[in-house]
């Protein structure tokens, strides 16, 4: 019997971000391996015109959620929607809600965060700092909490190369930053973003690590871990492999290279590819929160969940084996035909930019307006481009995380554990698990029948044909201008085409001597 799941049996769960990537595996997990837990709290905001009740919905009716229908088939009634906006005032959650939360939550695993790279300070700051401020003042008041677990990213101390398993701090005091949100305008914050995130990339990295230091400051006496997980990618083994419902990290890139949009970039081959498939991030946090809550640490724990040091994959070998795979299970209606190209030098990557990516753009484009449409692929290029150019930080540089306290976990957990909640990356092959990858954002993400692999196959070469008769009229076009502007490129042909003559006159001649 697993000792993990044993644990969570009659629990009551809090959990916010359940609607996001690694939520919906978290409350799967959950559900799947304890159906015998009380009920799983979840906040919740509206969406895109669906109430809370209708986005719980959509998520127990998809695919992810097909096993645990059979193995807990009242889930319906075990979760339990709160509406609630992280950026407002207590959550905007209700007295009556609050109060349930308050009086009946025994485990948090705090997931919501904005992850994009681009927002602005201010979004930032409020989701991934004083939200986690809210959330753990919430926490202080809840007489039966027995965990707090904190989901925060490896990258939050990206600017070291050898990150501990320490919290690090940040110049300015959170406190501080929170406060000077409320005064200062926009514009003013815009103008000192860069000052304040120093040496980091983006607001996402510098926000998260601000996040770290007020689950220190305010952790009282609570009993907190932190989880830091690299880049997270589709599900390795559970429920099943491949699993991937968003564009963020590799899964945005793998789609633009396989469609043919992306065909070179710039990225380091050898650097560590530290992806982490989004089900062992899940099964390290539920082994989190079964550890904190019953062994209670004295300290806050900090886990590193990576697979740099246990089992290394660099960006060459990912981007090859993508590319293997694009050629047995293509995607539908490429642009052009996969490639890659890595290059490392910043000039290179502008040429690359420029003829394989804008310059076939225009041409499209071009092609769109003489046939009567709207141009659109310039406008989607340069998009992709700029999503490229914030990713490309990651992909140049490689770290190391120290793991002590992951491997620690891993020799706690009985061999009945460390089986169902696995979480040992050097059992991963790299090969199958990328192959599996790029088959689930065919699938899942972008919705694709297998039944059109044939087509798709013929769509390339139809490509491939194309592209060598464009390549050609170019070569003779170039060649043809050349010979009329110079005297050495006419003797050149000459030469060529007299040593072309000569060569099928022997050829002619000893043949015939043959007969
Ligand atoms: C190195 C090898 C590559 C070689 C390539 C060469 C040729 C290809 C060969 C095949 C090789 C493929 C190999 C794998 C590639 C690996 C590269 C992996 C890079 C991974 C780096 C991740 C680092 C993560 C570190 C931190 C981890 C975390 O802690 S948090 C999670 C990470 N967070 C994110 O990933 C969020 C990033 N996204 C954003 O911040 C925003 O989306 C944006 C700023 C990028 C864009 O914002 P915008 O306002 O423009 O609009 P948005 O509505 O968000 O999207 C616009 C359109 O772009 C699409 N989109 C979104 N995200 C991505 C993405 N990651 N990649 C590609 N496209 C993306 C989105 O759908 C929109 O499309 P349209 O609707 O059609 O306009
Ligand atoms: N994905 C990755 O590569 C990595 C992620 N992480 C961390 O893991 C955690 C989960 O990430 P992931 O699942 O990928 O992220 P997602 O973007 O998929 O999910 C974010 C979640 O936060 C919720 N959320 C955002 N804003 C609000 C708000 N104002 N009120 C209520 N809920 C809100 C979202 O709700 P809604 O659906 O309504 O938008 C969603 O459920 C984050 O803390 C992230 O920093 C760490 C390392 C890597």
Redesign the pocket.
Known sequence: MSMIAAFYGGKSILITGATGFMGKVLMEKLFRTSPDLKVIYILVRTKAGQTTQQRVFQILNSKLFEKVKEVCPNVHEKIRAIYADLNQNDFAISKEDMQELLSCTNIIFHCAAT????DPLRHAVQLNVTATQQLLLMASQMPKLEAFIHIS?A?SNCNLKHIDEVIYPCPVEPKKIIDSMEWLDDAIIDEITPKLIGDRPNT??YT?ALGEMVVQQESGNLNIAIIR????GATWQEPFPGWVDN???????????GKGF????R?TPMAV?DLIPVDTVVNLTLAVGWYTAVHRPKSTLIYHCTSGNFNPCN?GK??FQ??ATFEKVPFERAFRR?????TTNTITSQYWNAVSHRAPAIIYDFYLRLTGRKPRMTK?MN??L??VS??EY??NRSWEWSTYNTEMLMSELSPEDQRVFNFDVRQLNWLEYIENYVLGIKKYLLKEDMAGIPEAKQHLRRLRNIHYLFNTALFLIAWRLLIARSQMARNVWFFIVSFCYKFLSYFRASSTLKV
């Open positions: 992850v994009r790279f681009d990213t990258f996402y990295t998260k997980p690299s880049i997270v564009l963020n990290g590799p899964s945005g890139l793998i789609i633009a290279a992306l065909r070179s970039i990225a590819a960006w990912m981007g993508v590319l996969p490639n890659a190209d890595f989607l998009r992709l700029r999503t914030m990713l990651f992909v």
